[in-house]
């Protein structure tokens, strides 16, 4: 594990040259808490598309989009079938539905059965997001009670985007950091307050 973490100096100097198309997070159990610990840090006029996949239960739909909504300056959707991945807002994945981004940066939602016991899956939509931007995705994986984004995680790294975990030291719920480090080491593992700090920095390819 990379410590100590970054200073908001060394986080700015490792973004320098880099610029991004989207971020992807994806987050379990605990994720909310830590979601609003980090979304918070967003501009109004958000750079890249943020598009948020948290695990939750099947038969009742989603408030994930008005709970951040009321806490966002940045605008907050719930993510829609064909819907377009524009910059300037923050996209929730709906309850009981795989979310993917398509190579025309689409969204598209599928009930294809459970993945690691869960729909929607983070898998999903970080595999999907790392083929349609390559190395101009951004993965972030926070607390989880799941094995469910390690390999999303990975493959987001090994298409040359950046990868970022949560401090599993600091997780409610360490199991989903921890899978990820353990399948392949991430760029940052960072606490929520530098992972932060680091969404407010990206720019836009």
């Keep these: 594990m990379k410590t100590p973490a970054p200073s908001d100096a060394q986080l700015a ?8 198309e989207a971020a992807v997070i994806g987050a379990s159990a605990g ?8 979304l918070p840090g967003l501009p109004p006029e958000v750079p890249v598309p943020v598009v948020v996949v948290v695990h939750m239960l099947r038969d009742r739909s989603s408030q994930l989009a008005e709970l951040f909504a009321a806490r966002l ?11 377009e991945v524009a910059p300037g807002a ?3 994945a709906p309850a009981d539905y795989h979310l993917s981004v398509e190579n025309d940066a689409t969204f598209s939602l599928s009930n294809e059965p ?16 790392a083929d349609a931007y390559g190395s101009a995705l951004v993965g972030i994986l926070l607390t989880g009670a799941s094995h469910d984004g390690a390999a999303g995680l990975a493959a987001i790294g090994a298409a ?22 353990r399948l392949r080491m991430p760029d940052l593992v ?11 920095m990206l720019r836009q390819r």
Excluded at 13 to 20: E, P, T
């Design 114 to 129: 459970l993945h690691l016991f869960s729909r929607p899956a983070i898998d999903f939509a970080m595999q999907s997001a």
């Design 160 to 181: 040359g985007g950046l990868t970022v975990v949560q401090d599993p030291r600091e997780a409610q719920s360490p199991l989903m950091p921890e899978a990820a480090i």
């Design 31 to 38: 994720g909310v808490a830590a979601l609003l610990a980090v």
């Design 90 to 92: 923050v996209y929730f």
């Design 190 to 200: 960072l606490p929520l307050r530098d992972i932060r700090a680091l969404l407010g």
């Design 73 to 83: 300056a940045a605008p907050v959707r719930e993510a829609a079938d064909k819907q």
């Design 13 to 20: 100097a490792l973004l320098r040259g880099r610029q991004f």
